[in-house]
T-cell receptor
Framework: ELKVEQNPLFLSMQEGKNYTIYCNYS?????LYWYRQDPGKSLESLFV?????AVKQEGRLMASLDTKARLSTLHITAAVHDLSATYFC??????????FGKGTRLHILP | EPEVTQTPSHQVTQMGQEVILRCVPI?????FYWYRQILGQKVEFLVS????????KSEIFDDQFSVERPDGSNFTLKIRSTKLEDSAMYFC?????????????????FGDGTRLSIL
């Protein structure tokens, strides 16, 4: 069974700082998703990463995928309070089955 | 922008009762999914559905669960005899392409969820 591990699970950081969330997974996959969830809300798609070496950026967020290392990262640059949310990585294990990590609860202090 | 809609937003049901959660996927999407999220925990895959058949299901999706696409627009999740541990947020999602499609860089689109509370 595929395991998806995120770390850290909780992150409190100051505005203006940079940080990285890590997502490791245990079996081969060529497709990985990052989602954002605000408290009590649905999941908002941030990135779809399709291949080894894929890098995508949107605003202060940048995601990358290393399929050989089975590792994805979500990097936050110069954090702002609006980025406070829970961030999930999710790995496609085939046959339309997606396994989510436990999520990283990000709290950005003003 | 088209979106996935779910009803009701909150359902309260007595233990042992049947419950049906409803979803209207995005209209040109072909692949449909149900997930659940117990409060404060991770999102768990339940089932995927394509061409009027289940494509994949998880261990959670036992005989108490069933899915149906009764018409061209709705996609439902039925729990036959609810248990206390079924209390969770249930999310429906849809996508235009299979996750296996090499041409797809599209994610699954999620609805706002139905909060199911079992008393």
């Amino acid at each position: 069974e595929l395991k998806v591990e995120q770390n850290p699970l909780f992150l409190s950081m100051q505005e203006g700082k940079n940080y990285t969330i890590y997502c490791n997974y245990s079996t081969t996959s060529d497709r990985l998703y990052w989602y954002r969830q605000d408290p009590g809300k649905s999941l908002e798609s941030l990135f779809v990463l399709l291949s080894n070496g894929a890098v995508k950026q949107e605003g202060r967020l940048m995601a990358s995928l290393d399929t050989k290392a089975r590792l994805s990262t979500l990097h936050i640059t110069a954090a702002v309070h609006d980025l406070s949310a829970t961030y999930f990585c999710a790995v496609d294990m085939g046959h339309d089955k997606i396994i989510f990590g436990k999520g990283t609860r990000l709290h950005i202090l003003p | 922008e088209p979106e996935v809609t779910q009803t009701p937003s909150h359902q309260v049901t007595q233990m042992g009762q049947e419950v049906i959660l409803r979803c209207v996927p995005i209209s040109n999407h072909l692949y449909f999914y149900w997930y659940r999220q117990i409060l404060g925990q991770k999102v768990e895959f339940l089932v995927s559905f394509y061409n009027n058949e289940i494509s994949e299901k998880s261990e959670i999706f036992d005989d108490q669960f069933s899915v149906e696409r009764p018409d061209g627009s709705n996609f439902t999740l039925k729990i036959r005899s609810t248990k206390l541990e079924d209390s969770a947020m249930y999310f429906c999602a849809s996508s235009a392409f299979s996750g296996q499609s090499i041409v797809s860089n599209q994610p699954q689109h999620f609805g706002d969820g139905t909060r199911l509370s079992i008393l």
